[in-house]
């Protein structure tokens, strides 16, 4: 079993930064990606960034030039720092680790509230 554990959302102004993180633990196999999603009310989940095992990066078309995602592989866990806030960032995002062997297995964090204020 894998567990996500993240931290770093909050309440920020318009133009603010906050940096997300997620730490995995349990049975993760290379290579894998991991990557944080959004939902914000009444819309559907979307990727926002994710980044494979070897460093391989993909944005959202939305984010891109704003956020940065990066990955720590010693300690399993993968950051967002998010720049130039905007309200439309508002949403919960969620942390999310897959991975193949033999099928895929997906799994995803409990979600951390990030607020930006207009």
């Known amino acids: 079993q894998v567990q996500l554990v993240e931290s770093g959302g909050g309440l920020v102004q318009a133009g603010g930064s906050l940096r997300l993180s997620c730490a995995a633990s349990?049975?993760?196999?290379?290579?894998?990606?991991m990557g944080w999603y959004r939902q914000a009310p009444g819309k559907q989940r979307e990727l926002v960034a994710n980044i494979g095992s070897s460093g391989a990066t993909n944005y959202a078309e939305s984010v891109e030039g704003r956020f940065t995602i990066s990955r720590d592989n010693a300690k399993n866990t993968v950051y967002l720092q998010m720049n130039s806030l905007k309200p439309e960032d508002t949403a919960v995002y969620y942390c999310?680790?897959?991975?193949?062997?033999?099928?895929?297995?997906?799994?995803w964090g409990q979600g951390t509230q990030v607020t930006v204020s207009s």
């Open positions: 999310n680790v897959f991975f193949y062997r033999v099928r895929k297995y997906d799994y």
């Open positions: 349990g049975n993760i196999f290379s290579p894998n990606a």
